[in-house]
């Protein structure tokens, strides 16, 4: 089983919808989950941290499932500006790694 | 805010030649990594560096060193560059190794 894994998509999504996609871990160790979003040539940037109680911000809602080992990201009321690929990223202190997935790609259309 | 910056944003090179890649961060983060990414394969990361003068290796380090002198400062370096070595070259910063890592604009290097 890989590290860190993601559907690559593409997603493709009428604008409004909503849209979710998972990310898989392997190491049951892991403690700190995040994404990140990347749009088309440019650098990854933080979307928001996941917590074991789940987290909300705005139209983005992220959740933990440790017993199944996954984290998911769910997109509301999805808009054009949505469109990039986001990185599912997990990581351990015990060992201090971080590992990103590869990204699943998102195209909201019009 | 935080910023990291690259010292391009595009590189073209020759094989053989010897490439430097600064990556500069103004949050007086501990830890800097250099990750290349490229389509399909997603971020690897080469090389991490979690004080001055240290570093450890990532997951792809072969064909590069990396140089830390300075906190705020972290190199790459292709000793002799090859073309498999074109790729998108990016650098992070993070408070601490795990959690949240701050990225630069990223170098699009070409090897011919």
Same mark, same amino acid.
């Given at each position: 089983?890989?590290? #860190?894994?993601? !559907?690559?998509?593409?997603?493709?999504?009428?604008?409004?919808?909503? #849209?979710?996609?998972?990310?898989?871990?392997?190491?049951?160790?892991?403690?700190? $989950? $995040?994404?990140?979003?990347?749009?088309?040539?440019?650098?990854?940037?933080?979307?928001?941290? #996941?917590?074991?109680?789940?987290?909300?911000?705005?139209? $983005?809602?992220?959740?933990?499932?440790?017993?199944?080992?996954?984290?998911?990201?769910?997109?509301?009321?999805?808009?054009?500006? !949505?469109?990039?690929?986001?990185?599912?990223?997990?990581?351990?202190?015990? !060992?201090?790694?971080?590992?990103?997935?590869?990204?699943?790609?998102?195209?909201?259309?019009? | 805010?935080?910023?990291?910056?690259? +010292?391009?944003? @595009?590189?073209?090179?020759?094989?053989?030649?010897?490439?430097?890649?600064?990556?500069?961060?103004?949050?007086?983060?501990?830890? /800097?990594?250099? @990750?290349?990414?490229?389509?399909?394969?997603?971020?690897?990361? =080469?090389?991490?560096?979690?004080?001055?003068?240290?570093?450890?290796?990532?997951? =792809?380090?072969?064909?590069?060193?990396?140089?830390?002198?300075?906190?705020?400062?972290?190199?790459? =370096?292709?000793? +002799?560059? +090859?073309?498999?070595?074109?790729? /998108?070259?990016?650098? &992070? +910063?993070?408070?601490? &190794? @795990?959690?949240?890592?701050?990225?630069?604009?990223?170098?699009?290097?070409?090897?011919?």
């Amino acid at each position: 089983r890989k590290e #860190v894994e993601q !559907d690559p998509g593409p997603f493709n999504v009428p604008e409004g919808a909503t #849209v979710a996609f998972n990310c898989t871990y392997s190491n049951s160790a892991s403690q700190s $989950f $995040f994404w990140y979003r990347q749009d088309c040539r440019k650098e990854p940037k933080l979307l928001m941290s #996941v917590y074991s109680s789940g987290n909300e911000d705005g139209r $983005f809602t992220a959740q933990l499932n440790r017993a199944s080992q996954y984290i998911s990201l769910l997109i509301r009321d999805s808009k054009l500006s !949505d469109s990039a690929t986001y990185l599912c990223v997990v990581s351990s202190n015990r !060992d201090d790694k971080i590992i990103f997935g590869k990204g699943t790609r998102l195209h909201i259309l019009p | 805010d935080v910023k990291v910056t690259q +010292s391009s944003r @595009y590189l073209v090179k020759r094989t053989g030649e010897k490439v430097f890649l600064e990556c500069v961060q103004d949050m007086d983060h501990e830890n /800097m990594f250099w @990750y290349r990414q490229d389509p399909g394969l997603g971020l690897r990361l =080469i090389y991490f560096s979690y004080d001055v003068k240290m570093k450890e290796k990532g997951d =792809i380090p072969e064909g590069y060193s990396v140089s830390r002198e300075k906190k705020e400062r972290f190199s790459l =370096i292709l000793e +002799s560059a +090859s073309t498999n070595q074109t790729s /998108m070259y990016l650098c &992070a +910063s993070a408070k601490w &190794a @795990y959690n949240e890592q701050f990225f630069g604009p990223g170098t699009r290097l070409t090897v011919l």
